[in-house]
Nanobody
Framework: QVQLVESGGDLVQAGGSLRLSCEASGAIVSVNDMGWYRQAPGKQRELVAS???????HYADSVKGRFTISRDSAKNTVYLQMSSLKPEDTAVYYCKAFISLSYGSQFYWGQGTQVTVSS
């Protein structure tokens, strides 16, 4: 069984910073693409940033220049450094990863971590 566990969500003032972490564990052969998504109340889940196994990155326009995604492949962990936070960044942040096991590969989601930015 595979688990993705996020951490780092918190209440922060506008202009502040937070660092989210997501660690994959279980009978993993390899962790391929990883990403962060977020879902605000009443809105659809959206991609925030993604990173490939080769560390190529992609960002939503709304977070470019403020957020940085990175990974530590040895620890099967992906990070999201968030700076200059805005109230509109308030959401539950989810980690998603494409993980290979001995019998196949599939996407997995974490349980989410709440980020609240106060104005």
């Amino acid at each position: 069984q595979v688990q993705l566990v996020e951490s780092g969500g918190d209440l922060v003032q506008a202009g502040g910073s937070l660092r989210l972490s997501c660690e994959a564990s279980g009978a993993i052969v390899s962790v391929n693409d990883m990403g962060w998504y977020r879902q605000a109340p009443g809105k659809q889940r959206e991609l925030v940033a993604s990173i490939t196994s080769g560390s190529s990155t992609h960002y939503a326009d709304s977070v470019k220049g403020r957020f940085t995604i990175s990974r530590d492949s040895a620890k099967n962990t992906v990070y999201l450094q968030m700076s200059s936070l805005k109230p509109e960044d308030t959401a539950v942040y989810y980690c998603k990863a494409f993980i290979s096991l001995s019998y196949g590969s599939q996407f997995y989601w974490g349980q989410g971590t709440q980020v609240t930015v106060s104005s």
